[in-house]
């Protein structure tokens, strides 16, 4: 009876391990174009939402984020006012996995949480931060904001809405966007077309060349004025000239190019 219960335990612990292992490593072969929308007036920034097939894009000057499905736009969040969805100078926004949108207001220094749809969902209000430009997620319990005032950027937490550490203060001088996941945390600028790589935890990893994103495999993607590349594999496309900021969701990359948002998918080789 004993051995039984002795196997029995080994199987479920087997069995656990085997529930939270992590997928297999996965290489990037090409990236594939099936997408390209046109709005009327220049883009900002821009990111796309598979399973809801949402486009959000915030215009460069307006301060709005339009909300863009099945070839139409469903909504738009935004413009000076004292409505919920206003803001006094919205500044930038980040995207979770669940497609909810987090909308900085720069002046109020508050985030702003809504749904696919628009509705706002919640605020968040930041202390002790000066001057809060730029917004990324990390692994959907932080959110890490970039002070321009004090060059630092500042990890919170979602749940309890507190700040939990800073970095950066003297790697960073100037940030176009600002890009987390579960693991890195990185920190683009486009005057000296440089992205600087931290860990999760704050700690400084290196300078890249180009914008640098990460896919649900760690596999480092970069993108500059001359190519899309995949930096762990051969994958490398071609860009026309005036690209600009670039994000990713899911196996999707998102680039502006002017009034456009392109959509490219990543297409892995297979696992041997």
């Excluded at 904001?145 to 790697?171: C, H, M, N, P, T």
Aim: proline share 3%; net charge neutral; charged share 15%.
């Amino acid at each position: 009876m004993k051995n039984i219960i002795l196997i029995t335990f080994a199987v479920l612990i087997l069995v656990g391990c085997a529930g939270t292992r992590k997928p297999a490593p996965m290489e990037i072969s090409t990236f594939t174009l099936f997408d390209t929308v046109s709005f009327d007036k220049d883009i900002f920034k821009a990111t796309y939402h598979p399973g809801t097939k949402t486009i959000f894009a915030m215009y460069h000057n307006s301060q709005e984020i339009l909300f863009w499905r099945n070839g139409r736009q469903i909504n738009a969040i935004g413009g000076m006012g004292n409505q919920p969805t206003n803001f006094l100078n919205l500044s930038d926004f980040a995207m979770a996995n669940d497609s909810h949108i987090y909308a900085l207001d720069s002046a109020a220094k508050v985030i702003k949480k809504f749904n696919a749809d628009g509705k706002l969902l919640g605020t968040m209000e930041l202390g002790y931060v000066q001057q809060p430009t730029k917004i990324a997620l990390g692994n959907q319990q932080n959110i890490f904001v970039y002070d321009s005032a004090s060059g630092e950027i500042i990890a919170f937490d979602l749940l309890d809405k507190q700040e939990l550490y800073r970095f950066g203060k003297f790697d960073l001088n100037k940030v176009d966007i600002l890009y987390a996941n579960r693991d890195y945390v990185v920190a683009f600028d486009s005057v000296k077309g440089q992205s600087s790589l931290f860990s999760a935890l704050g700690q400084f990893v290196s300078h890249d060349s180009g914008q640098l994103v990460y896919d649900a495999y760690n596999n480092a993607i970069s993108l500059s004025s001359d190519a899309l590349v995949s930096k762990m594999s051969a994958a490398w496309l071609p860009m026309t000239p005036g690209v600009g900021l670039m994000t990713i969701s899911g196996d999707v990359v998102s680039i502006v190019v002017g009034n456009q948002v392109r959509l490219l998918k990543l297409d892995y080789a297979p696992v041997l």
